[in-house]
């Protein structure tokens, strides 16, 4: 449901692009920046320590798609390429009601910063495309609020992953110095958490880490300069 919003709208943007025009300065150029900010959907990986999942390696990470927020700044160092640094935050959870028992509620929460290296393509002086790579760093931990059963009130420990990710995105100005932005991208992540947990034999440091791959959206608006 999160995903297929961001996605729509970026779909949207790039169809509003592709009627807009105007005649005045092209969107990308070198000295020019700009600043995009708005609603962006990725995914988050988190561990469960707390094994309200089941206790199981299954149920000990965990996969979430969160809608969020971000902001990046982009500059152009020549004509056809650009560099750009953003960072973004997003949450989202999961509800059980078990009636009488009560609820479980997990929680999640993460932040991250990019810095990526775009090609940039002028298709009209109101129309630009960008693509690019670029590497990512993010933190992300659940929440655990169980009413229903084992009555666990606590936070989990953070995963932290590193992202090499690619993306195609587009600017269409409304303005000389406004616009809107969209892009979609796919990255591929190592996470990493360690923490001590016992497993029944006391006290023991653990140290989980997964390679993986997921998708990411967004969209909003940017001012130019």
Excluded: C
Aim: aromatic share 14%.
């Amino acid at each position: 449901m999160k995903k297929g919003m961001v996605m729509v709208l970026v779909v949207g943007m790039f169809l509003v692009a592709s009627v807009v025009s105007a005649q005045m300065g092209p969107v990308f150029a070198k000295g020019k920046g700009q600043f995009a900010f708005g609603l962006t959907h990725f995914t988050a990986h988190t561990v469960d320590t707390l094994f309200v999942a089941g206790g199981t390696m299954g149920g000990l990470v965990s996969d979430n798609d969160l809608l969020g927020f971000g902001g990046e700044f982009r500059y152009g160092f020549s004509e056809e390429w650009a560099l750009g640094l953003g960072g973004f935050f997003g949450f989202g959870n999961d509800k059980g009601d078990f009636g009488s028992l009560g609820e479980t509620k997990l929680s999640y929460s993460a932040f991250g910063l990019r810095l990526g290296l775009d090609h940039t393509i002028n298709v009209t002086d109101k129309l630009g495309l960008y693509l690019g790579p670029g590497f990512e760093f993010a933190s992300a931990k659940s929440s655990v609020d169980d009413a229903a059963f084992s009555g666990i009130n606590d936070d989990n420990p953070r995963a932290t992953s590193f992202s090499l990710d690619g993306r195609i995105g587009v600017i269409a100005k409304v303005g000389k110095s406004f616009g809107l932005n969209g892009s979609m991208g796919k990255k591929f992540s190592y996470v990493k958490s360690s923490f001590n947990s016992d497993f029944g034999f006391g006290s023991e440091d653990v140290s989980f880490s997964r390679w993986l791959s997921s998708v990411n959206g967004w969209a909003g608006f940017v001012i130019l300069f």
